[in-house]
């Protein structure tokens, strides 16, 4: 027994019809499933950055510290902490535009400090407040201290001239310490911290590291930031 099928042109074309529509479907999906990813990356991104400074948060800090921690080329990771020396000063004499002023130069000089020392491996996070943090890979200890001496010194001879013409001279404290192998991210900061207390209590404006425990003899910076208010 024989079947025979006979089409139409009106069934063809509506068959045609319906695997457009469909795969016109299929393409507007797509490129709104697309569209949604690359927003969702783009939310992603910015929730990783502080609006002030434009500098990395603590969300992108723990994220970048477990990435490097599961990087065999990694062989060491130096983090400091950093904190602008009498800045509640600042903010309390001149006002809160100032002092956001003040911070987004000091974020501004030590991005590009250690971007430039240490291309692809060094990065700047604003911790909170005037406290930052950075990390440094695949570079020792040493050498991070050297370049923070340096901007140290560029802050002391360089005043800020803020956008109603006040000039300002400020100073950081700084403890700069290695992370140990598998060590926790919150153990190397709470260490970091500790250091940097200690340096705070101890007249500020200088850096310590796990080797540099003493304080250098130089003019105090902290009697040049009073001389400003």
Request: proline share 2%.
């Amino acid at each position: 027994m024989g079947i025979n099928h006979s089409f139409s042109p009106v069934s063809v074309a509506a068959s045609t019809l319906g695997l457009f529509v469909i795969a016109m479907f299929e393409e507007q999906r797509f490129y709104s499933e697309k569209k949604n990813e690359q927003k969702i990356k783009l939310l992603e991104k910015e929730s990783e950055r502080d609006d002030l400074t434009g500098l990395l948060n603590y969300r992108a800090l723990s994220q970048e510290i477990n990435r490097l921690a599961n990087n065999s080329e990694i062989h060491n990771i130096v983090i400091g902490a950093l904190d602008i020396d009498h800045f509640k000063n600042i903010n309390d004499t001149y006002g809160h535009f100032v002092g956001n002023e003040v911070l987004n130069y000091f974020s501004t000089v030590f991005r590009e400090q250690i971007h430039s020392a240490f291309p692809k491996h060094g990065y700047v996070y604003r911790f909170g407040g005037e406290e930052f943090t950075i990390v440094v890979s695949n570079h020792s200890l040493e050498e991070v201290y050297q370049l923070l001496q340096s901007i140290e010194k560029f802050f002391n001879n360089k005043s800020i001239i803020t956008k109603e013409g006040m000039k300002l001279t400020i100073s950081f404290s700084c403890s700069l310490t290695d992370r140990l192998n598998d060590e926790l991210l919150d153990t190397t900061l709470k260490r970091a911290d500790k250091m940097l207390y200690g340096v705070k209590n101890n007249g500020r404006g200088w850096i310590v590291t796990d080797q540099h425990h003493q304080r250098p003899q130089k003019p105090s910076l902290e009697r040049k930031i009073n001389n400003n208010y």
